[in-house]
């Protein structure tokens, strides 16, 4: 490719579609569900009004997306140099010159920055919960942990499971142990759902020497790590016994039916890639249908 070829591609506007790989829009959508679902139970439980909270509401969905993105678009523009080796990363702005390094960093800060501001326009702990997502994920995650030790899908579960105490502080003002609780169910999540990830691109971590647990101590190794998340899960629901014994139970056996994917890969001959993709499902799903739990639960308690 020539050297103008190259100009164009940079300096070519940037589609909706490629954007949304910039700031990883699929993940951001994920973490509303239970930012959302953290306000949602905010109001009900503090006995707030639904319809004068709906401003704080809106805010807080907005600043949390633009954070969120932009700690997203700030990772992409630091793993560059890996992306660009990685096959599943190929399609990327970042890596075929569709985006310029520039253009990535104005991006990456000023949505922070508005989203910060939009946080703090609620109230302090909302914007310092998100600056708190921002440093974890940026600074601990991206820029050390995931470089240097097998731990760093766990490091990186503390930013990532945030989104629901900036939604309840946003509404209620300050933490609870409901709040709490449901900042350990995604914490808990979070492991299981990248270590099947990470097992289904363990050659590529491996190619550009990034520590993920399946690539450097193996899938056994991996599957032990994965049921003490799962086992870790189980109680949680217990802790939101608010919410009352028929959310408790639907949140049990959603549980129990993850472990119970999880034995399947005790059977002989089992592929591990298929049963990886199977447990990736499984908690995509995992999340939705948990936190929908909370709100459906929540919504027929008010009524």
Not at 73 to 92: C, F, G, T, V, W
Request: with cysteine; hydrophobic share 55%; aromatic share 12%.
């Amino acid at each position: 490719m020539s050297k103008s070829e190259v100009v164009s591609q940079t300096t070519g506007r940037v589609s909706y579609k490629e954007l949304k790989q910039v700031i990883k829009l699929g993940l951001v959508q994920g973490n509303l569900i239970p930012a959302f679902a953290g306000a949602w139970l905010a109001i009900v439980m503090t006995h707030h009004s639904f319809l004068e909270s709906i401003p704080q509401l809106i805010v807080m969905m907005i600043g949390s997306t633009l954070v969120m993105g932009g700690s997203c678009a700030l990772n992409n523009y630091y793993d560059q140099d890996i992306d660009k080796i990685m096959p599943s990363k190929q399609n990327r702005p970042t890596v075929n010159d569709r985006i310029s390094n520039r253009h990535l960093v104005i991006l990456s800060l000023s949505m922070m920055a508005i989203g910060e501001l939009l946080l703090f326009m609620i109230n302090v702990p909302a914007g310092v919960i998100g600056l708190a997502g921002i440093i974890g994920y940026v600074s601990f995650y991206s820029i050390w942990s995931k470089r240097h030790t097998t731990w760093n899908t766990v490091i990186g579960s503390f930013p990532g499971a945030v989104p629901p105490l900036i939604g309840w502080v946003a509404i209620d003002g300050h933490l609870s142990l409901m709040a709490l609780t449901l900042f350990a169910v995604v914490f808990a999540w979070q492991p299981i759902h990248f270590y099947a990830l990470a097992i289904k691109r363990r050659e590529e971590y491996s190619k550009v020497n990034i520590p993920m647990l399946p690539s450097v101590k193996g899938f056994n190794r991996t599957r032990v790590g994965m049921f003490l998340w799962l086992f870790a899960l189980l109680p949680l629901p217990f802790v939101m016994h608010e919410l009352g014994l028929t959310f408790m139970i639907l949140a049990t056996l959603l549980n129990l039916g993850w472990i119970a994917l999880g034995f399947t890969s005790f059977r002989a001959a089992v592929d591990e890639m298929k049963w990886a993709t199977k447990m990736f499902i499984y908690s995509l799903n995992y999340l939705v249908v948990f936190f929908a739990l909370v709100v459906v639960v929540s919504l027929i308690k008010m009524i």
